[in-house]
């Protein structure tokens, strides 16, 4: 489990097709207290790593003396996901998984992501930025004024709701602090609905049957 609040940003480095694909990503986490089958979001995705180090022999390349780890990617996921679209040099939003005693800071993230959703504009507010998405049709309606969505594995509030559009408003230290500040217009994203809302509408289907 997570809490949506990204504690680092990651970067492939490496990508080998195999009977599932094999990604290496470049971190600032200390590697020696990260545990071989240890969960991390990874642009929203629960992944599981497999293998872990620290990087050397890269000169000037972005990811150099970071340290790094391995995951394997099933077809599914890479064809339900963005990470079928992944490059090396691709920035990714990271969280490590929730540890009893931790602070909640966002809300309850499962990283199984339920689709993806298309940023359709960028405006500024004062300081933030209004990002406007639109998601699919089974998921809209898990989307609620006032509720918290998963994007990219950042928890945030949703402004509004317009049929399949829904807004959010991110903040600068968040833009800072995550990818959000490499997002344009058109780039699909992570989305995972609230598990609270998933409930909710599952048990007014059951009320109404």
Known sequence: MFTGIITDIGEIVEITPRGDTRMRIAC????????????ISCDGVCLTVVDKGNLGGNPGGSAEGRGWFD???SAETLSLTTLGGWAAGKRINLERALRVGDELGGHIVSGHVDGTAEILSLTPEGDSIRYRFRAPKAL???IAPKGSV???GTSL???EVEGLEFG??????TRAETTWGDARAGDRVNLEIDTLARYVARLAEMTNA
């Open 71 to 73: 995951v394997d990617v």
């Open 150 to 152: 998963a994007l990219n």
């Open 28 to 39: 600032g986490y200390d590697m020696a207290g990260v545990a071989l089958g240890a969960s």
């Open 168 to 173: 959010v408003n991110i903040i600068p230290h």
């Open 157 to 159: 509030t949703v402004n």
């Open 140 to 142: 809209a309606r898990f």
